[in-house]
C-alpha cells in the first residue's frame, strides 16, 4: 500500500476513520490541533476522555462516531502512553494499532494525524509508514479462501501535515519509512514461506529480480562455481540435499564509491532439519526461517540500492538445505573449507556455521572488506540466552559494535554483547582437523559458534549477529505479526547510514 501525505484541515479529510493520537492524560492541550478538531466534534473527544473509557495506555483504542460534524464518518482514538515513555518506537506501535483497528473495522480509507512532538517531522512520517506498513503485513498466498471475518479493504493511507508541518520533509520520511517498510515484508514473505517454494534456487531468483529492479549487480555462483573457489563447507553441507545449492553476491556500487566495502553475510538455509544429527520433531517446521539472515541482507541490499545509500556494500547470500540422505554429511567427516582450513563435523546440526565458514573466507578474499557484518539464525542457545528481545552480538570491530548498539535502540532492534575471549577457541579444537564444527560440552553456545566463524575472518573488522531469537515470534506485537520478524534490516540500514557522515540523526523522544 503506498502512504500518502496529505495537507488539509483534519476537519477536511473525507476518510472513513481519522485516526487521532492522544497521550495518556486527563484533558487535551488547549489549542492542539486535536483540541481544535473536537470543537467541530462537539466536544466528542473530550466526552470520551472525561467518562474514562480510554486511558490514552499505549496501544489502547477507543472509536467515537462524528455524526457528519466533520468529513470523516469516525475518529479512532489512539493512546500513545505516559510522555515520558515515547519513543520513535511508540509511534510506529501507536501506527501499527491504528491502522490495524481500521483494518478490523472492514473500512477502505483511514488518515492519521500525526500528533504533536519534538521528533523531526521526517522521523514521524518514517515511523508512522513503518508501523502502519509492518503492522498490517499478512501471508495470505498459500490460504485459498479469506480467513473467518477477513474484511481488509483497507487500500488507502493518508498522513495529514497541518499548520506549520513541512510537507517535503514528511513527505521524504514517509519514502524512507515506505522504503524500509518493503524491504521488511519482503524478507517476512521469504522466512514465512514454505521450504518446498524458498529453496536456494528461490532464493537466487529473487535476488535476480532484486537486482533487475535496482542498480544492484547481481551474481550467483552454482555448485561448478563453489567448486570452482572451493568451498567445501558450503558443499558438504548441500551433498545431503537433492536441491542445488546457490552462493548469492549482490553489489551496490555507486559511482564515485573508491573505498572499501562493507560486506554483509546472511545465512540462507532454507531448511535446516539437523542432516543426519537430526532434530527433533517438535516445531522443525519453524526451520524454514533458517534462511531470516539471507532474507535479512536481500532487504538491506534492496534498501541501500532505493534509498540512494552512498558507499560501496556488498551481500553475500550462501544458500543450502540441509537434509539426512546417503550423501549426507556424516559426523566425522572432515570438510575442507574456501581459506584451507580443515573442519572435523561433529554435529552436522551445526551447519550455518559451515556455509558461512565459506562466505566469510570468499568476502575477505573477494573484496578486502573494510567490515564484515553477518546475520544468522546460527545458535538455540542465543534463544536460552537472550529469548527474542535481543539479537545476540559479537565481533572484533568494536566501533560497529557500537553502532549497531546505537541503532539497535533507534530502531528498537536491539543487540546485546556476548564476549568472544580468547579462551573459547579453545573448546573448538579438533583431534583430528584444525578446528571442530562444535565445542567440547555444551558451554556457551552461541560465543562457541562466534568463535568458530572468527577462525574465517583473518585480520578483517567483523561483528556476528545470531538472530536465532530475533528472527521469529510466536506472539503477536503491535508492527511485528507472529512468524518471520524481518529483524536486521531496519537495524543494519541505521548502522550504516550513521557510518555516513552527515546522516547521523539522534534518537529524539516525545514530549509534547
Ligand atoms: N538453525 C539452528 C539454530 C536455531 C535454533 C535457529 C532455534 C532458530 C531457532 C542451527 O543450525 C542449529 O541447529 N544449531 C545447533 C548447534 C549445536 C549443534 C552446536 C543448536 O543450536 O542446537
Ligand atoms: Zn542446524
Ligand atoms: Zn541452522
Known amino acids: 500500500m503506498q502512504v500518502v501525505v496529505k495537507r488539509d484541515k483534519p476537519e477536511r479529510v473525507a476518510v472513513d476513520v481519522l485516526a487521532v493520537f492522544l497521550r495518556q492524560e486527563k484533558s487535551l492541550t488547549p489549542k492542539s490541533v486535536v483540541a481544535q478538531l473536537d470543537v467541530r466534534l462537539g466536544g466528542r473527544i473530550r466526552d470520551y476522555l472525561d467518562s474514562g473509557d480510554f486511558s490514552g495506555a499505549l496501544n489502547s483504542t477507543a472509536l467515537v462516531r462524528t455524526g457528519a460534524t466533520i468529513q470523516a464518518s469516525r475518529v479512532l482514538l489512539v493512546g500513545l502512553g505516559k510522555a515520558d515513555a515515547g519513543t520513535i518506537d511508540v509511534l510506529r506501535q501507536a501506527s501499527a494499532t491504528a491502522a490495524t483497528a481500521a483494518r478490523r473495522l472492514g473500512v477502505s480509507s483511514v488518515a492519521f494525524l500525526p500528533p504533536p512532538c519534538d521528533i523531526a517531522p521526517g522521523e514521524v512520517g518514517q515511523a508512522l ?58 524478507a517476512r514473505d521469504l522466512s514465512n514461506s514454505p521450504g518446498n517454494e524458498v529453496n536456494p534456487s528461490y532464493l537466487a531468483k529473487q535476488a535476480q529480480e532484486i537486482a533487475a529492479k535496482t542498480t544492484l549487480r547481481c551474481h550467483v555462483l552454482d555448485v561448478d562455481g563453489m567448486r570452482e573457489h572451493q568451498m567445501g563447507c558450503l558443499l558438504g553441507v548441500a551433498q545431503g540435499s537433492n536441491q542445488p545449492p546457490a552462493f548469492i553476491i549482490l553489489e551496490h556500487a555507486p559511482q564515485g564509491a573508491q573505498e572499501k566495502p562493507i560486506v554483509l553475510v546472511g545465512k540462507g538455509l532454507t531448511f535446516d532439519s539437523g542432516g543426519i544429527s537430526i532434530k527433533p520433531a517438535a516445531n522443525m517446521e519453524d526451520m524454514k526461517m533458517d534462511m531470516s539472515g539471507g532474507a535479512a541482507v536481500l532487504g538491506i541490499m534492496q534498501a541501500l540500492a532505493q534509498l540512494g545509500y552512498p558507499r560501496r556494500v556488498v551481500g553475500l547470500v550462501p544458500s543450502s538445505e540441509n537434509l539426512p540422505s546417503g550423501n549426507a554429511v556424516k559426523p566425522g567427516d572432515i570438510l575442507r573449507a574456501m581459506s584451507g582450513k580443515t573442519v572435523e563435523v561433529i554435529n552436522t546440526d ?101 568463535a568458530f566463524l572468527k577462525e574465517f575472518v583473518g585480520d578483517t573488522p567483523w561483528v556476528h549477529l545470531d538472530i536465532a531469537g530475533t528472527a521469529w515470534t510466536r506472539e503477536n506485537r503491535p508492527y511485528i505479526p507472529k512468524g518471520a520478524t524481518g529483524v536486521g534490516i531496519r537495524l543494519l540500514v541505521k548502522a550504516l547510514e550513521d557510518m555516513v557522515e552527515g546522516t547521523a540523526q539522534p534518537t529524539a523522544t516525545v514530549t509534547t
Open 129 to 186: 509508514t513503518e508501523g502502519a506498513l509492518l503492522g498490517l503485513y499478512t501471508l495470505k498466498k498459500y490460504k485459498t479462501a479469506p480467513e473467518n471475518g477477513d474484511k481488509d479493504h483497507l487500500r488507502e493511507l493518508y498522513i495529514v501535515a497541518t499548520g506549520s508541518t513541512t510537507q517535503r520533509a514528511l513527505e521524504s520520511g514517509v519514502q524512507r519509512g515506505q522504503i524500509l517498510a518493503e524491504a521488511v515484508n519482503m
Open 350 to 450: 551445526a551447519e550455518g556455521r559451515l556455509i558461512l565458514a565459506d562466505a566469510l573466507a570468499y568476502a575477505v578474499q573477494e573484496f578486502k572488506p573494510a567490515c564484515i557484518v553477518d546475520l544468522a539464525t546460527l545458535t538455540g542457545a542465543v534463544v536460552v540466552a537472550l529469548g527474542s528481545h535481543a539479537t545476540g552480538m559479537m565481533g572484533t570491530d568494536k566501533a560497529m559494535m557500537d553502532r549497531l548498539r546505537t541503532a539497535g535502540e533507534y530502531s528498537a532492534e536491539r543487540v546485546w554483547e556476548l564476549p568472544l575471549f580468547e579462551e573459547y577457541s579453545k573448546q573448538i579444537k579438533s583431534d583430528f582437523a584444525d578446528i571442530k564444527n562444535v565445542g567440547s560440552g555444551r558451554e556457551a553456545g552461541s560465543i562457541v559458534g562466534g
